[in-house]
Nanobody, 120 residues
Framework: QVQLVESGGGLVQPGGSLRLSCTVS?????????MGWYRQAPGKERELVATIGVGGTTNYADSVKGRFTMSRDNAKKTTYLQMNSLKPEDTAVYYC?????????????WGQGTQVTVSS
């Protein structure tokens, strides 16, 4: 059973930084997963924040471009989200996602989420 465990959330002042981590266990070939970070603020739908492909190509939502950086360490089966210049509107529960297609069948897994609160 594939499990994703996020960590690194917390309370930070506007302009501050946090680094989220997501470690995958129970599965194989972490390097074959497309990894993603999503977030959901109270009363809003879950939205895509960033993705990183198997080759390391990253994509970001316009709202976080230039402030957030996603990376992966395949040896550690971990993906990271470095968040700088945080704003109150970044407050949300952040979820890690792993997705891949094998033999035409897609598999997706979610972490339990980690709370990020940006407030003075």
């Amino acid at each position: 059973q594939v499990q994703l465990v996020e960590s690194g959330g917390g309370l930070v002042q506007p302009g501050g930084s946090l680094r989220l981590s997501c470690t995958v266990s129970g599965g194989s070939f972490f390097s074959t997963y497309v990894m993603g970070w999503y977030r959901q603020a109270p009363g809003k739908e879950r939205e895509l924040v960033a993705t990183i492909g198997v080759g390391g190509t990253t994509n970001y939502a316009d709202s976080v471009k230039g402030r957030f950086t996603m990376s992966r360490d395949n040896a550690k089966k971990t993906t990271y989200l470095q968040m700088n210049s945080l704003k109150p509107e970044d407050t949300a529960v952040y979820y890690c996602n792993a997705y891949r297609v094998v033999a035409g069948k897609g598999s997706t897994y979610w972490g339990q989420g980690t709370q990020v609160t940006v407030s003075s």
